[in-house]
């Protein structure tokens, strides 16, 4: 009999990497920064580098193991995102998974006549809207890329339309340190001040690094205003495997991690201690087309490897799932979003993004993102596991049943059904007599039903009206600045 009352395994997880495989391609990755060097576009970036004693010879930085050792010591190994309201927080932190949309989508799914359109001004806030209501989605970020805005203003509308139209934390991107003082001026708006942003941040910087061993001056002009100003900074990136990285996993792996790391170094080399998170999602390349293949197995596969590499190096990662190479929300879209949901919710992935895109990240769908929730829903039960103790083994109650009887009166079990059974929201199980009677509709229907019926019912907390109109002139404000025009 049990009498230790502990789990064992806090969730089901699965690794592709083993200790000493994580131990190789980090020593790897610490080899290729001195050895090989990466790309750093950024004069101020480089500058940190060199006095921290990187060999900087033009744009090209050699980084000795000892910085990156230095900033991973000094990179928090958790930190927390917060609801807007400041009455719910959001852990980052290793193998406590959080999944939201993705981003930058050039088309949109239209949820109500289903055309593929350009995103426009209004697609992120629906987003919110979907977002806010659905269970399982953890953190928002706006699945468009608004088309019919100022360009270089379009991450600043975005994240306008978002905080407006949810409570959950946000991912903000940016195209220049520009955008991200705006962003970050809107958040001080939000949050009453910008003292009470830095104790409770509810949104974060996502910025990318390219491949191979690229770090582009606008990304670290961004991250670096970012970190000065206590913003929580994601940088994510990952090769197109076979293009911009060798075939091999392994190499490909070395290529994400030393990029991600040589992002972190600068972080920290300006801002000891600032939250940040290594991204990395590399993709293969269809050998037919030569196209990203964002639905393949070795995304998933490889994405779970870069979370094993985080896992060993005590930060928090981000990963990617619920995305397909299907141009619509169909069947070939379920498959390939199962997968990678599963795959990444068992590999620990500290935010999990992409759900609901389309098309190899061309297309944005709410449907999509609305069914991709479900699974979720599913994964996280199987993450729960199965927890054992005396209180679940019941004995007692078995004794008290005994043999041939039945459980289904007794209070102790029925008041466990809801936590120990996952009841679906949109995948049906009822009898064909049933179903029929409902309208015989199959998932793609139900799941359009459902992102109409939140757009129409579903009301997210408000702004507060002088809030909303703050941030308004603040848009009126960037894009007097974006047209070069002189302010009134």
Request: hydrophobic share 45%; proline share 5%; glycine share 8%.
């Amino acid at each position: 009999m049990i009498i230790a009352n502990y789990a064992d395994r806090q969730t089901l997880q699965f690794r592709v990497l083993s200790d000493g495989q994580c131990r190789e391609l980090y020593a790897a990755a610490l080899e290729c920064l001195q050895r090989v060097g990466v790309q750093v576009n950024h004069p101020e970036a480089q500058a940190l580098l060199a006095a921290a004693g990187a060999d900087v010879t033009g744009n090209v930085a050699r980084i000795p193991a000892h910085i990156i050792q230095d900033a991973l010591a000094a990179t928090p190994p958790s930190f927390n995102l917060w609801s807007r309201d400041g009455k719910r927080v959001m852990p980052v932190a290793v193998d406590r998974v959080n999944f939201g949309p993705g981003l930058t989508n050039t088309y949109f799914l239209d949820p109500y006549t289903g055309e593929r359109r350009k995103s426009r001004r209004g697609d992120p806030a629906m987003t919110a809207r979907v977002c806010d209501a659905l269970e399982q989605i953890d953190y928002v970020i706006g699945l468009a890329l608004i088309d019919d805005v100022t360009a270089s203003l379009a991450p600043v509308y975005e994240f306008a339309e978002l905080v407006a139209n949810t409570t959950k934390p946000i991912l903000a991107w940016a195209y220049s340190a520009a955008n991200v003082a705006a962003i970050y001026e809107i958040g001080v708006a939000v949050a009453g001040g910008a003292e009470a942003l830095r104790r409770r941040p509810f949104f974060a910087l996502f910025s990318t690094y390219q491949s191979p061993l690229v770090n582009t001056r606008e990304d670290l002009g961004n991250v670096i205003w970012a970190a000065d100003h206590d913003i929580p900074i994601v940088y994510h990136g990952g090769p197109i495997v076979g293009m911009t990285s060798p075939v091999t996993g392994a190499s490909t792996l070395v290529l994400t991690l030393a990029t991600a790391l040589s992002g972190l170094a600068i972080t920290q080399l300006r801002k000891r201690g600032a939250p940040f998170v290594l991204g990395g999602a590399p993709a293969p390349a269809d050998l037919r087309t030569s196209r990203m293949a964002y639905g393949a197995p070795e995304m998933s596969l490889y994405t779970a490897a870069f979370a094993d590499l985080c896992r060993y190096l005590g930060v928090p990662s981000m990963g990617t799932a619920g995305a397909s190479e299907s141009k619509t929300v169909d069947s070939q879209a379920a498959i390939e979003a199962s997968v990678q949901i599963l795959a990444s919710g068992l590999s620990g992935a500290s935010l999990v993004h992409d759900l609901g895109f389309l098309d190899c990240a061309e297309i944005g769908s709410l449907s999509f993102l609305v069914m991709t929730d479900e699974i979720v829903a599913l994964v996280k039960r199987l993450l729960r596991g199965v927890e054992v103790n005396a209180e679940t083994i019941m004995m007692d109650l078995l004794e008290e049943v005994g043999p041939a009887g039945h459980f289904l009166a007794e209070k102790r079990s029925a008041r466990l059904c809801r936590q120990e059974v996952w009841v679906p929201r949109l995948m049906d199980r009822d009898n064909h007599v049933i179903w029929e009677q409902h309208g015989g509709k199959g998932m793609e229907a139900r799941a359009a039903e459902r992102v109409r019926a939140i757009l129409e019912t579903h009301q997210p907390e408000p702004l507060a009206g002088e809030t909303q109109a703050r941030i308004e002139q603040m848009l009126a404000e960037a894009e007097v600045r974006a047209q070069g025009r002189p302010q009134a």
